[in-house]
């Protein structure tokens, strides 16, 4: 006679990345954790009026939460608000910014795996953007420490196709090779080439030393903010194998700012 094992419960912080709709009344719900990486579950009943776990799992908030796990979706209930992060929702450039870097955190997670330094990331890069005018730096920042994290550092000192030392000068950045190359180098496989001038190269460099207080200080240019822009971006994108969804909320939201 076998005996069923007895469904695990445990509490756990996480910051939602993502809610869905579930029949008439239910939402399913999407975290990162520090402990059990990404985690999804079902709050039953949590688009009922005058219910107990509703408000506190709404996108972006940081939240305790009990969890039981099951074969499929896990049970989510005794719900509670640690950080409410209201003014990244209050604030569209802000909250475009938080939906970015929140779908990239889930991407980058996986199930039932210790999360800690992205978890940590994650949370220290959205109390920033709730400070920080300089939003840019701040996403470029996370872009940045997230590849890191995950092992895919841009190489920015030698040559990705010959491995000489790169010299100060503009160069050329491959998102299938993983760095820069060499404005003299002859590429030998077909790549898509992104220009990457000398102070990006700098900027580049330091946003991989720099803390997140001297990110959201950072003075960049506006042609220097681009190449960032698209070479950090190509960069996950072929990590990832895919675009996000909310990238071109975001290219919106910034491009209606800057014509204002």
């Given amino acids: 006679m076998t005996t069923k094992r007895r469904p695990i419960t445990y509490t756990t912080e996480g910051v939602v990345v993502r809610t869905s709709n579930l029949g008439e009344a239910d939402r399913i719900i999407t975290l990162v954790t520090p402990i059990h990486g990404l985690v999804r579950g079902v709050a039953k009943a949590s688009r009922k009026p005058g219910s107990k776990i509703g408000g506190h799992l709404d996108m972006l908030k940081h939240v305790s939460v009990s969890v039981r ?25 802000r909250f475009s910014r938080a939906s970015y870097i929140s779908e990239i955190s889930e991407q980058f997670s996986v199930e039932n795996g210790s999360n800690q330094p992205l978890f940590r990331l994650l949370l220290s890069v959205l109390e920033a953007l709730e400070t920080t005018t300089n939003t840019d730096m701040i996403t470029r920042f996370f872009e940045m420490r997230l590849l890191q994290l995950s092992g895919f550092q841009p190489e920015m000192s030698r040559c990705v196709e010959t491995g000489v030392e790169l010299k100060p000068a503009n160069h050329l950045y491959s998102a299938e090779r993983g760095g820069l190359l060499s404005n003299q180098a ?54 990832l194998d895919r675009g996000l969804r909310s990238e071109a909320f975001m290219d919106e939201v910034r491009s209606k700012k800057t014509e204002t």
């Fill in 69 to 93: 796990e099951t074969s499929t979706l896990h049970g989510l209930s005794q719900a509670s608000t640690l950080n409410g992060f209201r003014k990244l929702r209050d604030d569209l450039e």
């Fill in 186 to 239: 002859k590429p030998v496989i077909e790549t898509a080439l992104l220009p990457a001038s000398l102070n990006t190269i700098k900027l580049l460099r330091f946003l991989s030393k720099a803390k997140l207080m001297n990110a959201k200080v950072m003075k960049v240019g506006e042609e220097e903010k681009r190449q960032l822009s698209r070479i950090l971006r190509a960069q996950i994108h072929y990590v």
